[in-house]
């Protein structure tokens, strides 16, 4: 399951599990006034945005940028106050779902918290499927 790093115009980041994830967060009308910049798969492979109706779409594209994915990864990282980031892209998506199921709410009762969230963090594999 790949990681998708999508990109706002003002450099915010969002990460998803799956394009059919980022495709089901993201609006159409979002998209058509240009608030989403770039996205990308862990590995680097570009991704497109676009929108097909009322719906947002990502297509895996056929390139590889995976030094631009590192810049924006670096860029966002300072900008939100980190230190220096390490590890792959792949790493950093699966610390962003960590930290997201952290944070997440209610955490309880515990029976709750995993029914909603599930009992440990989505993790991702470099498997691209």
Do not use: C
Not at 23 to 52: C, N, S
């Amino acid at each position: 399951m790949p990681a998708v790093f999508v990109f706002s115009s003002d450099g915010d980041l969002d990460v998803f599990p799956s394009l059919a994830e980022a495709e089901g967060y993201m609006e159409a009308v979002d998209v058509r006034d240009g608030e989403y910049g770039e996205a990308f798969l862990h590995d680097g492979t570009v991704v497109q945005i676009g929108v097909e109706g009322e719906r947002a779409v990502l297509t895996r594209g056929t390139s590889r940028d995976g030094v631009r994915l590192d810049e924006a990864l670096d860029e966002y990282h300072r900008r939100v106050g980190g230190g220096v980031r390490s590890g792959s892209a792949l790493d950093y998506a699966n610390g962003w779902f960590r930290m997201e199921w952290e944070r997440r709410w209610p955490r309880r009762p515990i029976w709750l918290a995993r029914k909603l969230h599930g009992a440990q963090p989505t993790q991702v594999s470099d498997d691209l499927r």
